[in-house]
């Protein structure tokens, strides 16, 4: 099974920042990697696949990066509503696994 | 527009079988583009895929719910259903079915959470 690392696993930081989140495969993944946002109550929400293709409605402060075993999301200048939890996913086998999670709070 | 909604009880007792349905709208099960799956969230922790059908009727599963699990379609209904046999506490989680796109999975019901308890 191909384990997903995130970290941090809590960020705090506001409004206007830039913020990277870093996401580390136990094998190579080649760019099988997506990313996720997630609020309280809700599905995830796609935003970013093949590691840095941004998804369709996604706003451009959004980009990942990285191949390999290692990947970053960055948002260029947070927003009130990024405040939430941010999963990555990698697809390069048959299985699918997700991070443990990067919850971005207010600080 | 695309719409996956989920059903099915939310109180299991132990050692039953779960069972759930996903109706979809707006897209096919029969399409040849797209896994359609299965993930649960246990509550404060992260999504675990459980599996998925593709239209010809292939499954694959986690490997650590395999020996418990199955996905079936009825293509007729535009549905796709769970079944989690031999449920115990640790299958407390919300359900989401979605749809994998072979590059994110990029729609997902709204969820439903299935308490597995006496």
């Known amino acids: 099974d191909i384990q997903m690392t995130q970290s941090p696993s809590t960020l705090s930081a506001s409004v206007g920042d830039r913020v990277t989140i870093t996401c580390r495969a136990s094998q190579n993944i080649n760019i099988w990697l997506a990313w996720y946002q997630q609020k309280p109550g809700k599905a995830p929400n796609l935003l970013i696949y093949?590691?840095?293709t941004l998804e369709s409605g996604v706003p451009s402060r959004f980009s990942g990066s990285g191949s390999g075993t290692e990947f970053t999301l960055t948002i260029s200048s947070l927003q009130p509503g990024d405040f939430a939890t941010y999963y990555c996913?990698?697809?390069?086998?048959?299985?699918?696994?997700f991070g443990q999670g990067t919850k971005v709070e207010i600080k | 527009q695309v719409q996956l909604q989920e059903s099915g009880p939310g109180l299991v007792k132990p050692s039953e079988t779960l069972s759930l349905t996903c109706r979809v709208s707006?897209?096919?099960?029969?399409?040849?583009?797209?896994?359609w799956s299965w993930i649960r969230q246990p509550p404060g922790e992260r999504p675990e895929w459980i599996g998925y059908?593709?239209?010809?009727?292939?499954?694959n599963y986690n490997p650590s719910l395999e020996s418990r699990v199955s996905i079936s379609a009825d293509k007729s209904k535009n549905q796709f259903s769970l079944r989690v046999r031999s449920v115990t506490a640790t299958d407390t989680a919300v359900y989401f079915c979605?749809?994998?796109?072979?590059?994110?999975?990029?729609?997902w019901g709204q969820g439903t959470l299935v308490t597995v308890s006496s």
């Open positions: 996913q990698q697809y390069n086998t048959y299985s699918r696994t």
């Open positions: 059908i593709f239209y010809t009727g292939s499954t």
């Open positions: 707006g897209a096919s099960v029969s399409s040849g583009n797209y896994y």
């Open positions: 093949k590691a840095s």
């Open positions: 979605a749809r994998d796109a072979l590059d994110g999975i990029d729609y």
